[in-house]
Structure formats: C-alpha cells, structure tokens
C-alpha cells in the first residue's frame, strides 16, 4: 500500500518504560521462567521463497513515493528516480536472503502503462500516469535472474485499461506478459489489481464484484494463452488494524466465486505512521510488543483463509504486502529494533498457518524497508531476517509456551538435522529463564539479539554489533553453543535457538 485509504478513529498509545537488552548478552540469572514445548506439529511446510520482498512499482517507474522526512499529511506525494537494480551492495544484500520472491505493484501498479517498444516516449496514455519502460523491466529481469528471485507482478486493473463500461482490456497486459516470456524474465505470478477494495479512495471508481470476478477470468485466458504455467493471483485485498477488511468487499467476491485463481493474495500493516491522514492504531515503539496487537495478524488471516474457501478452493493463501506501518513506515519505529518483534512474530504466525508467503514491503525504500536505500545499510529487520533465513527451515513445529511475553515458533533446521525455537521476549523489563521441553537432545546453539534501546538502529547478536565489513561482506553471524536445553534471555530480546541433537522424527 502505498497512499493511505480513509478510516476511522486515532489510537493514541502512551509509550511504556524500555527496558531493552543491552550488549552484554543473557545475564546468568532471570526475573522470571517459561516453559516451550515442542512438538511434531501437523505436518505444515511452507514454500522455499516463503520470506520475501517487493519494490514498489513507484520506486521501479520513478513515481511518487513517501517523504522520506516523514512528515505528516503527505500521503505518496515524493518524486523519486527510477530504482537502481544494479548497485553492487543492494544485490549483494539481497543475494543473502535468496531464494526469495520479488514482488513489484502497490498503488501505482494501478496506473502504469507498459511501453517495451518506445512508442510513448515516456508520456503516459490518456488515464494512466505512469511508463514502465523496456530498460526498467529489463532491470528487474536482470536482477531477479541474478539473485534467484522469482517475480510476482501486479498488473495494471485500474481505470485505464478499462472501457466504458468498466471491463477490463487485456491487451496492453498481454504485450508484457508476452514480452516476459520471449526474454526469459522470470515471472511466476501475474496478480491483477492492487488492493481491489480500495479503488473507491484510491483511483475513484468502485469495481463491483461481479465484474472483477469476469476481469478475473479473461486474466486467466490471457496468462493460460501467453504464459503457459505462470500463476494467476488476486485480489490483493488490503486489511486495516483493529479494522480489518472494513468494506467487506472480500466476502462479496469470494461470494460470487469460484474464481479462477492459483493464489489469493492480501494485505496488512498491523499500524499508521505519522504520514498516514487517519488511522486506526498509530505507531509507537511499544504498540507491537503488546501480545494482543501481535495476534491480530492470525485473526485477519482466518477470515482469509475461511473467504478463499469459499471462493477460490484450493487456492493457496499469501500475504502478498506487509510493512510495520502503513504510509512508509514509521520513523524511529519501523527502522528500528522495535519493529522486528512485529516482523519475526508475523512470520512465525503465518508460518504456523501454512500460508506461502509473507512480502515485506520492501527490500529498500521509506521507513520500512529492510536496507536504508540511501546508505544501503542494513536495518534491524535486515539482519532478523537474514537469521530466518539461515537459520529457519520449511518445516513446521508445534511449539507452546505458557507466558503470554514469550512467544515461541518451531521449525527443523534450515540446515542438518535438528529444530530451530524462534523465541520473542517481549516484555521490556523482565528477563527470562526458557526451559525448553521436547526430545531435544542436550545441546544448544543460540543467536540472541538485543539492543540499547527499542528505537536503537543497531543491533547486536550475542553482544557483537552487526554491521558490514570495510568490503561490504556480511558478518559470521556465529552463535554461542551450550549445554542444556534452557537459556536465559534479556528483556526485549529475540532468540533463534538451534537443537542440533534434537529427535524429532519430521527433522531428520
């Protein structure tokens, strides 16, 4: 989502003492104790490519993107020039959290004309406002080839490829669906439309159900015809805090279903930053450490998945956009150490759910981009997911905990036998002593990140800040092995915690 749709009331959140961890890793005793169990869990493995992230198609074309000085009241009003692909530390940034997919839409996607062969001149068509041009896509080919990442696009279903009376036109879509297929670019998922729900705030027009439902279906012809094997997905339904989906316009169209669709796609930001007009939770440093408001995430991916069954059976499910706040993102917040207990707890919600993939929006750009895309340097949530990604792998466990400010996910190893417990400590003034409970063997590697303070840009993994090298390679990124299957974590700490010896059947 990149402009903001209209809503509700403000959240005013007070914010809470911080009593995050600081470098000196676990202390040798704790405020309080907990115990995870883990377990087989019911057989749930997601894809590969289940992290991953997006460029939004306005940074892509050179649109209007966020202020980057995060002012309030500017809702997508910033120029920026065309994403550069090719810069050296960006690719390798990106090349660590591979395989991956690569989404490219948002609110632009909706008014962009593809021009392959220069016959607009980079002047946008009566009804539409924005030229992706051959060189553009051409460089989102390059680096998706490059880096191993697979495309999910966003096709134009906005006002300008529509007619008269409001039905889609395929034709421009199919000169890019073509293009792509004769060079090679590797697309697996066309997705038509950007936040359908929202057309009424964000283009004007309310697109009935019924006629997105026959828009839906002549994008299947057309994708089956040009692209043999690619996906089709939809609808990119967008999902407010504390709200939901406040038009019910999902449930209308999954009532007129079934839709011809591989895969059913939404979209949530569990809060607003300054930027956003109106909100419904705004963000603060402490909002996504409440248990509560972390919960959310499940309950909204429910009523998706119940909608999907309805209207689309067998489709798979995916979070197919997802930021810590709407609107760019929430300086101090969104950048920061804060937003990564948001960011590990969501995927390991999604996860648990069996949902194929979760898109960070986005890889870099605004306040909630994984890498700062002035500096290329990497954020907190950078290096979070860089650890779920190494460290993670596609198997699901069960894993239970009895306190309601330690959550706990279980997945086998990424690597060898073994399970991995991603645990959040989210109380921000208490340390905790995890006992672990399950056939785990009785060795333990853990890698625990902590900061100064929840705002701090830096983080430290087992006391050891992490940043570049002088030649920009990635850290180690070593853990610290010990006996025992318990370990004591700081007040607002993140843990991934390996069991190498561990003998659970599914993880070997």
């Given at each position: 989502m990149k402009r903001a749709s209209t809503l509700l009331v403000v959240l005013i959140v007070a914010v809470l003492p911080c009593g995050c961890g600081g470098d000196d890793g676990p202390a040798p005793s704790a405020d309080r104790t907990s115990r995870v169990s883990v377990g087989e869990g019911d057989g749930v493995t997601i894809p590969e490519r289940f992290l991953s992230v997006a460029v939004d198609t306005a940074q892509v074309v050179g649109g209007l993107f966020w202020n980057p000085d995060g002012s309030s009241g500017t809702v997508g009003d910033f120029p920026v020039p065309p994403y550069d692909f090719a810069r050296p530390r960006l690719r390798a940034l990106a090349k660590a959290l591979a395989p991956a997919l690569l989404r490219v839409g948002g609110t632009d996607a909706d008014h962009t004309y593809y021009d392959l062969d220069g016959t607009t001149g980079g002047k946008a068509p009566a009804g539409f406002e924005w030229v992706l041009t051959k060189a553009q896509w051409d460089g989102v080919a390059d680096f998706a080839r490059a880096l191993d990442y697979r495309i999910l696009f966003t096709l134009n279903a906005g006002k300008g490829p529509r007619d008269q009376s409001d039905v889609w036109q395929g034709d421009n879509a199919r000169s890019l669906v073509e293009y792509s297929v004769a060079n090679n670019v590797p697309v697996d998922v066309w997705e038509l439309g950007n936040e359908v729900n929202g057309y009424s705030v964000l283009l004007g027009f309310f697109l009935q159900p019924q006629q997105y439902g026959a828009d839906l279906a002549a994008a299947r012809?057309?994708?089956?015809?040009?692209?043999?094997?690619?996906?089709?997905?939809?609808?990119?339904?967008?999902?407010?805090?504390?709200?939901?989906?406040?038009?019910?316009?999902?449930?209308?169209?999954?009532?007129?279903?079934?839709?011809?669709?591989?895969?059913?796609t939404w979209h949530y930001y569990p809060q607003q930053s300054r930027r956003c007009p109106l909100a419904t939770r705004r963000a603060r440093a402490e909002v996504m450490l409440d248990p509560q408001n972390l919960d959310e995430a499940s309950r909204w991916a429910a009523e998706v998945e119940a909608h999907t069954k309805k209207g689309a059976p067998g489709a798979a499910v995916w979070l197919g956009e997802s930021g810590n706040a709407q609107c760019g993102g929430e300086p101090g917040v969104s950048d920061a150490f804060a937003g990564s207990f948001w960011w590990i707890d969501q995927l390991g919600v999604l996860a648990a759910r069996g949902q194929g993939a979760v898109v960070r929006q986005t890889l870099s750009g605004s306040d909630y981009g994984l890498i700062d895309d002035q500096t290329l340097e990497p954020r907190p949530d950078y290096w979070a997911s860089l650890l779920w990604r190494r460290l993670v792998g596609t198997r699901v466990l069960s894993a239970k905990s009895d306190d309601t400010k330690l959550r706990a996910y279980a997945h086998c190893r990424r690597q060898g036998d073994g399970v991995t417990v991603v645990l959040l400590n989210v109380d921000t003034a208490k340390s905790v002593r995890v006992d672990l409970d399950g056939a785990l063997g009785d060795t333990l590697v853990r890698y625990t990140l902590t900061a100064a303070s929840l705002d701090a840009k830096v983080v430290a993994l087992e006391g050891v800040e992490l940043k570049l090298a002088s030649d920009d390679t990635l850290p180690a990124l070593d853990g610290v092995e010990q006996r025992g299957t318990n370990l004591v974590m700081p007040a607002a700490s993140i843990a991934f915690v390996e069991l190498p010896q561990a003998g659970v059947a599914a993880c070997k």
């Amino acid at each position: 989502m990149k402009r903001a749709s209209t809503l509700l009331v403000v959240l005013i959140v007070a914010v809470l003492p911080c009593g995050c961890g600081g470098d000196d890793g676990p202390a040798p005793s704790a405020d309080r104790t907990s115990r995870v169990s883990v377990g087989e869990g019911d057989g749930v493995t997601i894809p590969e490519r289940f992290l991953s992230v997006a460029v939004d198609t306005a940074q892509v074309v050179g649109g209007l993107f966020w202020n980057p000085d995060g002012s309030s009241g500017t809702v997508g009003d910033f120029p920026v020039p065309p994403y550069d692909f090719a810069r050296p530390r960006l690719r390798a940034l990106a090349k660590a959290l591979a395989p991956a997919l690569l989404r490219v839409g948002g609110t632009d996607a909706d008014h962009t004309y593809y021009d392959l062969d220069g016959t607009t001149g980079g002047k946008a068509p009566a009804g539409f406002e924005w030229v992706l041009t051959k060189a553009q896509w051409d460089g989102v080919a390059d680096f998706a080839r490059a880096l191993d990442y697979r495309i999910l696009f966003t096709l134009n279903a906005g006002k300008g490829p529509r007619d008269q009376s409001d039905v889609w036109q395929g034709d421009n879509a199919r000169s890019l669906v073509e293009y792509s297929v004769a060079n090679n670019v590797p697309v697996d998922v066309w997705e038509l439309g950007n936040e359908v729900n929202g057309y009424s705030v964000l283009l004007g027009f309310f697109l009935q159900p019924q006629q997105y439902g026959a828009d839906l279906a002549a994008a299947r012809a057309l994708i089956d015809a040009a692209a043999p094997g690619a996906k089709l997905a939809a609808p990119a339904i967008a999902y407010w805090p504390k709200a939901g989906e406040f038009n019910n316009y999902f449930g209308q169209l999954m009532a007129v279903g079934p839709h011809p669709v591989d895969i059913v796609t939404w979209h949530y930001y569990p809060q607003q930053s300054r930027r956003c007009p109106l909100a419904t939770r705004r963000a603060r440093a402490e909002v996504m450490l409440d248990p509560q408001n972390l919960d959310e995430a499940s309950r909204w991916a429910a009523e998706v998945e119940a909608h999907t069954k309805k209207g689309a059976p067998g489709a798979a499910v995916w979070l197919g956009e997802s930021g810590n706040a709407q609107c760019g993102g929430e300086p101090g917040v969104s950048d920061a150490f804060a937003g990564s207990f948001w960011w590990i707890d969501q995927l390991g919600v999604l996860a648990a759910r069996g949902q194929g993939a979760v898109v960070r929006q986005t890889l870099s750009g605004s306040d909630y981009g994984l890498i700062d895309d002035q500096t290329l340097e990497p954020r907190p949530d950078y290096w979070a997911s860089l650890l779920w990604r190494r460290l993670v792998g596609t198997r699901v466990l069960s894993a239970k905990s009895d306190d309601t400010k330690l959550r706990a996910y279980a997945h086998c190893r990424r690597q060898g036998d073994g399970v991995t417990v991603v645990l959040l400590n989210v109380d921000t003034a208490k340390s905790v002593r995890v006992d672990l409970d399950g056939a785990l063997g009785d060795t333990l590697v853990r890698y625990t990140l902590t900061a100064a303070s929840l705002d701090a840009k830096v983080v430290a993994l087992e006391g050891v800040e992490l940043k570049l090298a002088s030649d920009d390679t990635l850290p180690a990124l070593d853990g610290v092995e010990q006996r025992g299957t318990n370990l004591v974590m700081p007040a607002a700490s993140i843990a991934f915690v390996e069991l190498p010896q561990a003998g659970v059947a599914a993880c070997k």
